[in-house]
């Protein structure tokens, strides 16, 4: 099952995705273990593998750390859903082979708890607790083949071959 959680508020930004104090390690493992502890200090209690976030405008703001994409990676988050993601932080997803859906209705169309079942491919969102259809914009071709390669760097090792 997949579940969402929900933080219905606008410019999440890095140091409370991973605090600073912990951007002294790149292990994803221990990252994970501090995953939004400052907004919400039983999110990694709660958090399943393959869950997803849901939050507002400006995700990812502040300052520019591949960290808080590890440390939602790390804690088996397979998404995140976001009015607006900041640049940035949206790149750097991408960059690492994490797959971000912008949605401007889909915040309100989901609540915490709700189950959810995604098609990258097609840009839909099906709520199945609210029994709705949310669609998006699905990325790029040229974003998917990152993604799909593990990442940029992984991307770029395997157009060489």
Known sequence: MTVAHVYKRDHINTDEIIPARYLNTDDRAE??????????????????????????????????????????????????????????????????????????????KINDGDELQIDFKAGSIKNKTAGTDISFNPLPDFALEIINDGGLLEHIQKSKK
Request: aromatic share 10%; net charge negative; glycine share 10%.
């Open 31 to 108: 990252l994970a273990r501090h995953c939004l502890e400052d907004l919400d200090g039983e999110f990694v209690n709660k958090v399943k593998e393959g869950d997803i976030i849901v939050a507002g405008e400006d995700f990812g703001c502040g300052s520019s750390r591949e960290h808080a994409v590890w440390a939602i990676r790390g804690a088996g988050v397979q998404t995140v859903i976001a009015k607006s993601f900041a640049r940035i932080f949206y790149r750097n997803a991408i960059n690492n082979g994490f797959y971000l859906i912008e949605s401007s209705d889909a915040p309100e």
